[in-house]
């Protein structure tokens, strides 16, 4: 438990819904409800779990057990609202180091764990709830995919421990057949493959980076920036009738992802 | 017929590239690429790193029929970058499945299937792959709620990474005994958390535990197929003819994780621990 308040996903999840109770005594996922711009919302985080009876995904890592449970936070939620006009914003607190790597995730399927959060965020998407993720921390790979990587809005804190990937350097390094020094340099000229969120910005997936005054102890004013960005989030959501994830493909460094669905679209009807 | 015939008889999936796996898939003479070759839409990136590209990317889109019915096949060419996904083929992936969801609210019933050949992100294209990967989970569910999207994987590549996740949404999967899927590749844990964590060498353990054969058996798949370009179309069409599952797998949480909650963690499990575990539960495996 000690642990679980220092790391930087447990220290805004506990900054942003003060002391709003768990919903379940789930030790590595913690869901709980607080207002977002005084509405009803769920807020959702992964954290550490030193006593995880898969010990691969101890450190954070959404495992097996992480992916279903954020899989059915979710779920819950939309269930909730199944027959309510308007329905509650979801924000995905993220900071996940990595998925767990590891013999047991693999034998039993972690894969399909990570599709069940993955598939379940993308879900309440479709359905109308406002889903945010806010990166205050890691966002690796097949972790952030699980958790977060399906919102309508991602908004991300400016600072050197934001860091959004697809996999560590050491292990980029050696698949891509490099060293980490090699792996380093091409970044600074390759903006897809920086670690940095300045550049990850650069491709125009996240709506809004954030400067605070303190990152290790936010105070005040650093958490009326966050919750305020947040509202805006939710309120251009509510402005937006676009369910999908369209507003990412508007980035300076995502020519081609536009051209190609621009070709693919006067092609298609054409094929018929 | 005794085996050997068979052999020497069946026409191999598993040998034909991308575009000849879709043209494999669709009716003879309806299949049309796609955003293809001649767009010449090479990998800006790997060009600026002084890499190989190709001009389709790795990944042929192409729309036709099959049994009739208009299909688009989106097939990764394993045998470029290790099937890997980088802006331009995500993108052909992500924007075909989106527009094929928009022909289902316009009234046009277009289903989708995805041949999975991938160890997932290309790396040298990092965070524009995991963003496009994104975006192929998105519009597989927002497709499967109109119509069956079907995934395949025949092998060598396997199926990896953010694409192994893609392959848990998808409607009903397809391997072959040779094809492997699983989140992250015995490389990759190896490198991670050591070779007595995984043996990236031993073959028998990699193809026990993530094989076609065992992901089946454990009802994390289908069906598994021979290597032979017929069954797996006409495995494909039975499978659209069962239609949207009423509940697809990756809804499944509360099974799997009331099944994990009972998994025994303290050792490695075996193969057939895992297929008594899941097996054992319920529902899981499909009709196939």
Same mark, same amino acid.
């Given at each position: 438990?000690?642990?679980?308040?220092?790391?930087?996903?447990?220290?805004?999840?506990?900054?942003?819904?003060?002391?709003?109770?768990?919903?379940?005594?789930?030790?590595?996922?913690?869901?709980?409800?607080?207002?977002?711009?005084?509405?009803?919302?769920?807020?959702?985080?992964?954290?550490?779990?030193?006593?995880?009876?898969?010990?691969?995904?101890?450190?954070?890592?959404?495992?097996?057990?992480?992916?279903?449970?954020? %899989? *059915?936070?979710?779920?819950? @939620? #939309? +269930?909730?609202?199944?027959?309510? !006009?308007? $329905?509650? /914003?979801?924000? =995905?607190?993220?900071?996940?180091?990595?998925?767990?790597?590891?013999?047991?995730?693999?034998?039993?399927?972690?894969?399909?764990?990570?599709?069940?959060?993955?598939?379940?965020?993308?879900?309440?998407?479709?359905?109308?709830?406002?889903?945010?993720?806010?990166?205050?921390?890691?966002?690796?790979?097949?972790?952030?995919?699980?958790?977060?990587?399906?919102?309508?809005?991602?908004?991300?804190?400016?600072?050197?421990?934001?860091?959004?990937?697809?996999?560590?350097?050491?292990?980029? %390094? *050696?698949?891509?057949?490099? @060293? #980490? +020094?090699?792996?380093?340099?091409? !970044?600074? $000229?390759? /903006?897809?493959? =920086?670690?940095?969120?300045?550049?990850?910005?650069?491709?125009?997936?996240?709506?809004?980076?954030?400067?605070?005054?303190?990152?290790?102890?936010?105070?005040?004013?650093?958490?009326?920036?966050?919750?305020?960005?947040?509202?805006?989030?939710?309120?251009?959501?509510?402005?937006?009738?676009?369910?999908?994830?369209?507003?990412?493909?508007?980035?300076?460094?995502?020519?081609?992802?536009?051209?190609?669905?621009?070709?693919?679209?006067?092609?298609?009807?054409?094929?018929? | 017929?005794?085996?050997?015939?068979?052999?020497?008889?069946?026409?191999?999936?598993?040998?034909?590239?991308?575009?000849?796996?879709?043209?494999?898939?669709?009716?003879?003479?309806?299949?049309?690429?796609?955003?293809?070759?001649?767009?010449?839409?090479?990998?800006?990136?790997?060009?600026?790193?002084?890499?190989?590209?190709?001009?389709?990317?790795?990944?042929?889109?192409?729309?036709?029929?099959?049994?009739?019915?208009?299909?688009?096949?989106?097939?990764?060419?394993?045998?470029?970058?290790?099937?890997?996904?980088?802006?331009?083929?995500?993108?052909?992936?992500?924007?075909?499945?989106?527009?094929?969801?928009?022909?289902?609210?316009?009234?046009?019933?277009?289903?989708?299937?995805?041949?999975?050949?991938?160890?997932?992100?290309?790396?040298?294209?990092?965070?524009?792959?995991?963003?496009?990967?994104?975006?192929?989970?998105?519009?597989?569910?927002?497709?499967?709620?109109?119509?069956?999207?079907?995934?395949?994987?025949?092998?060598?590549?396997?199926?990896?990474?953010?694409?192994?996740?893609?392959?848990?949404?998808?409607?009903?999967?397809?391997?072959?005994?040779?094809?492997?899927?699983?989140?992250?590749?015995?490389?990759?844990?190896?490198?991670?958390?050591?070779?007595?964590?995984?043996?990236?060498?031993?073959?028998?353990?990699?193809?026990?535990?993530?094989?076609?054969?065992?992901?089946?058996?454990?009802?994390?798949?289908?069906?598994?197929?021979?290597?032979?370009?017929?069954?797996?179309?006409?495995?494909?069409?039975?499978?659209?003819?069962?239609?949207?599952?009423?509940?697809?797998?990756?809804?499944?949480?509360?099974?799997?994780?009331?099944?994990?909650?009972?998994?025994?963690?303290?050792?490695?499990?075996?193969?057939?621990?895992?297929?008594?575990?899941?097996?054992?539960?319920?529902?899981?495996?499909?009709?196939?």
């Amino acid at each position: 438990m000690e642990q679980n308040q220092t790391t930087r996903g447990a220290m805004w999840l506990r900054l942003l819904t003060g002391d709003a109770a768990q919903l379940h005594d789930w030790p590595s996922v913690r869901v709980c409800e607080a207002p977002l711009a005084g509405q009803p919302a769920r807020w959702i985080a992964v954290v550490p779990d030193l006593g995880n009876r898969f010990p691969r995904a101890r450190n954070g890592e959404v495992g097996l057990v992480e992916g279903w449970q954020l %899989a *059915r936070a979710v779920q819950e @939620t #939309v +269930e909730l609202d199944r027959d309510a !006009a308007v $329905k509650r /914003p979801i924000v =995905a607190v993220i900071d996940v180091p990595s998925q767990a790597y590891g013999r047991r995730e693999e034998a039993f399927g972690i894969h399909q764990a990570l599709a069940g959060a993955a598939g379940a965020y993308a879900q309440a998407r479709l359905a109308g709830h406002p889903v945010i993720g806010l990166v205050v921390g890691l966002a690796m790979s097949g972790a952030f995919l699980a958790h977060g990587y399906q919102a309508n809005r991602l908004i991300a804190l400016d600072d050197p421990g934001v860091m959004v990937h697809a996999m560590g350097k050491a292990s980029a %390094a *050696r698949v891509t057949l490099r @060293t #980490v +020094e090699a792996l380093e340099q091409l !970044a600074q $000229k390759v /903006p897809p493959m =920086a670690y940095d969120i300045k550049s990850y910005a650069s491709l125009g997936i996240v709506s809004q980076v954030l400067q605070l005054a303190n990152l290790a102890l936010p105070g005040e004013q650093d958490l009326a920036l966050v919750q305020g960005a947040l509202e805006a989030a939710l309120a251009g959501i509510l402005e937006d009738s676009e369910r999908g994830l369209a507003s990412r493909l508007q980035g300076q460094h995502r020519q081609a992802s536009r051209r190609v669905r621009a070709l693919l679209e006067q092609e298609w009807e054409a094929a018929d | 017929m005794t085996d050997i015939d068979q052999l020497l008889k069946r026409d191999s999936f598993i040998e034909r590239n991308a575009r000849s796996r879709a043209r494999a898939l669709l009716d003879p003479g309806t299949m049309r690429e796609l955003a293809g070759p001649f767009e010449r839409l090479h990998s800006p990136w790997l060009a600026m790193q002084h890499l190989v590209t190709q001009s389709d990317d790795g990944v042929v889109a192409a729309k036709g029929l099959l049994d009739g019915r208009p299909t688009v096949v989106l097939a990764i060419e394993g045998g470029f970058q290790g099937g890997s996904m980088g802006e331009i083929g995500g993108a052909k992936i992500a924007g075909s499945l989106e527009l094929a969801a928009r022909d289902n609210r316009r009234g046009i019933p277009t289903q989708a299937v995805i041949l999975f050949e991938t160890g997932g992100v290309r790396l040298q294209e990092a965070n524009l792959g995991l963003a496009a990967i994104a975006e192929i989970q998105a519009a597989i569910v927002d497709l499967r709620r109109y119509t069956p999207v079907i995934g395949v994987s025949a092998g060598t590549v396997g199926c990896y990474g953010g694409m192994s996740i893609a392959a848990g949404l998808c409607s009903y999967l397809v391997l072959t005994r040779e094809a492997r899927l699983g989140l992250n590749g015995p490389l990759v844990i190896e490198q991670e958390a050591g070779v007595g964590e995984f043996d990236a060498r031993n073959r028998s353990l990699i193809w026990g535990l993530t094989g076609g054969e065992q992901r089946v058996a454990s009802g994390l798949a289908d069906a598994c197929v021979q290597d032979d370009s017929a069954e797996v179309r006409a495995t494909v069409a039975r499978l659209f003819g069962q239609g949207v599952p009423a509940r697809h797998r990756s809804e499944r949480a509360q099974e799997y994780l009331a099944a994990l909650e009972r998994a025994d963690t303290a050792a490695q499990p075996t193969a057939d621990a895992v297929r008594a575990l899941y097996g054992a539960t319920d529902n899981h495996r499909g009709d196939a």
